[in-house]
């Protein structure tokens, strides 16, 4: 079955916004080779780049001509700066590109990720659209945000773009964990705001009643192949399952690694809930980062109040889908997209 693989060429960045899980203490560049095992020994459905910013890797430009001569679809997110280095046909090349904001307004994106933070994602946007790739913003929902995420969707919408959303995980800090309370409340800013296409973040899918996520979808559907030149079931994931070399070869099958085991694990508490087969726990690498893959997933409504607080939870998420039949095809990182497209009937 064809997977999609995430790849970070660099861990490098030419900003240092302190929300990132992307490690720092030393620099990690993938090589030419090293991609080349993972397309050659990997069914690769899709790339998307990611962890750092893809342009500081000095070959990034020939991996970028690799994934087009072999005819990967190739999807990038970026602050801007590794879209800006190419030409208008290498640019044109990527299937998608997402350019992140995490705030709704220059002032508070450039307080947050540096001065120009804000002017260098704003002209990729407009560039990317003007070549009609098609693109969309990313933003990672905090407790510094989260009641500003309608807001971030409609500047998302008036450029013409879809907004995509991540729950911040903590890797390298809690500063910006949500609580219980604003995890929820964050979607449901979400969800009135626009009409839902994804979403596989598999507690909210399941709790939304939609129940078409099999657990997270890292570990089976999805695989990641970091700068250090490890592979993890998840960008976030706190170990290493192996190193790119495993995957050459017949010595070790990575998907059966223990990494990618305990990524696919059901926490025993979880086996009668009535939601275990699309939420399988939840968010694995937040439980994993915590040290606690064995607890259902810290935002969960059943284990904080049962089916009285799934009825509250419910309740607060009113949301739309754009297209109710593609929903159960539902992505392959827990992700969460809303559109500027029309809404269906609602709910
Ligand atoms: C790690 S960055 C790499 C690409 C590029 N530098 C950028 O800013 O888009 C990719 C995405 O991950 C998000 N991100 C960073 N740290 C995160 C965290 N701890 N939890 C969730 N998402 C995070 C970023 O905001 C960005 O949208």
């Not at 620099?27 to 750092?52: A, C, F, K, W, Y």
């Not at 935002?299 to 039949?325: A, F, H, K, N």
Request: with cysteine; glycine share 8%; hydrophobic share 35%.
């Amino acid at each position: 079955m064809p997977v999609a693989v995430g790849i970070g060429l660099t861990n490098e960045c030419n900003l240092a916004c302190p929300h990132c899980y992307r490690p720092t203490l030393t620099q990690q560049r993938l090589s030419v080779p090293e991609v080349e095992t993972i397309l050659d020994n990997l069914d690769v459905g899709s790339v998307n780049l990611g962890v750092g910013e893809n342009g500081v890797h000095p070959e990034y430009r020939d991996m970028l001509a690799l994934f087009r001569e072999r005819n990967v679809k190739t999807a990038i997110t970026s602050n801007g700066y590794s879209l800006d280095m190419l030409s208008d046909e290498e640019l044109s090349a990527f299937h998608s590109v997402e350019l992140s904001f995490d705030f709704p307004t220059k002032k508070e994106m450039d307080e947050f990720r540096g001065e120009g933070s804000w002017e260098m994602a704003s002209e990729s946007v407009e560039r990317c659209l003007r070549l009609g790739i098609p693109t969309s913003v990313a933003a990672v929902m905090m407790n510094t945000n989260y009641d500003k995420i309608g807001d971030t969707a409609r500047f998302a919408f008036g450029l013409g773009c879809d907004l995509r959303v991540n729950v911040y995980q903590p890797v390298t800090g809690e500063e910006f964990t949500l609580s219980y309370e604003q995890f929820w409340r964050g979607f449901a800013n979400l969800f009135a705001a626009g009409p839902v296409v994804v979403c596989s973040e598999p507690l909210v899918n399941a709790v939304m009643g939609l129940e078409s996520s099999r657990g997270s979808p890292c570990g089976t559907r999805s695989i990641r192949a970091l700068p250090a030149g490890t592979i993890s079931p998840c960008p976030y994931w706190p170990a290493a399952a192996g190193i790119i070399p495993h995957l050459a070869g017949n010595g070790r099958d990575i998907w059966k690694s223990r990494e990618f085991e305990k990524s696919r694990r059901v926490p025993e508490a979880c086996e009668p809930c009535r939601f275990v087969e699309s939420c399988a726990g939840g968010c694995a690498s937040r439980r994993a980062i915590r040290n606690n893959i064995e607890q259902p997933d810290e935002y969960c409504p059943v284990v904080r109040g049962g089916e009285e607080e799934v009825r509250r939870i419910r309740e607060m998420l009113r949301y739309t889908l754009s297209d109710p039949s593609d929903v159960p095809k539902a992505g392959n990182a827990c992700t969460t997209v809303i559109t500027t497209a029309e809404a269906a009937p609602s709910q």
